[in-house]
């Protein structure tokens, strides 16, 4: 039995005609989608170097609705946020990296169109009570 045979791919019309490791404007995405690293400078802006103390399990909760300013990337995390999402959770649906969101969530953050919080942290021991009530509810099937 013989393999079957690989046909070449021409470039179309959204595919440049260069293999995307050797462009220097893209970086290789997943599934062969081109990721343009200037677009990401543009969604982060400038910025002024500083960025709030946010990690990958802070919990995110938008305040308002995304005012008429707002950029896409913006009003997209606005509207995810209406109920608590971590930051990683934001980060993998808008498929943006973790700098990225960070950058617009300080902007977010600095407007109060947004609060951070901690995750929540359950306690090492159960509480007493609910042990027991469990345990009575348990008794009686």
């Known amino acids: 039995m013989t393999p079957p045979r690989r046909r070449r791919r021409s470039p179309g019309?959204?595919?440049?005609?260069?293999?995307?490791?050797?462009?220097?404007?893209?970086?290789s995405g997943k599934e062969g989608e081109i990721r343009n690293p200037e677009r990401l400078f543009v969604i982060g802006g400038e910025g002024n170097g500083e960025r709030a103390d946010i990690d990958l399990v802070t919990l995110i909760v938008a305040r308002a609705d995304p005012p008429v300013s707002a950029t896409p990337e913006q009003a997209a995390l606005l509207r995810l946020c209406a109920a608590p999402l971590s930051v990683a959770e934001l980060s993998a649906y808008l498929s943006l990296p973790f700098s990225v969101v960070t950058v617009l969530l300080t902007d977010l953050l600095a407007t109060e169109l947004v609060q951070a919080r901690a995750p929540i942290v359950r306690?090492?021991?159960?509480?007493?009570?609910?042990?027991?009530?469990?345990?009575?509810?348990?008794?009686?099937l």
Do not use: F, I, W, Y
């Open 13 to 27: 019309p959204d595919r440049p005609a260069t293999p995307p490791s050797s462009g220097a404007s893209g970086t």
């Open 123 to 140: 306690q090492k021991v159960a509480d007493r009570n609910l042990l027991e009530a469990v345990m009575h509810g348990l008794q009686k």
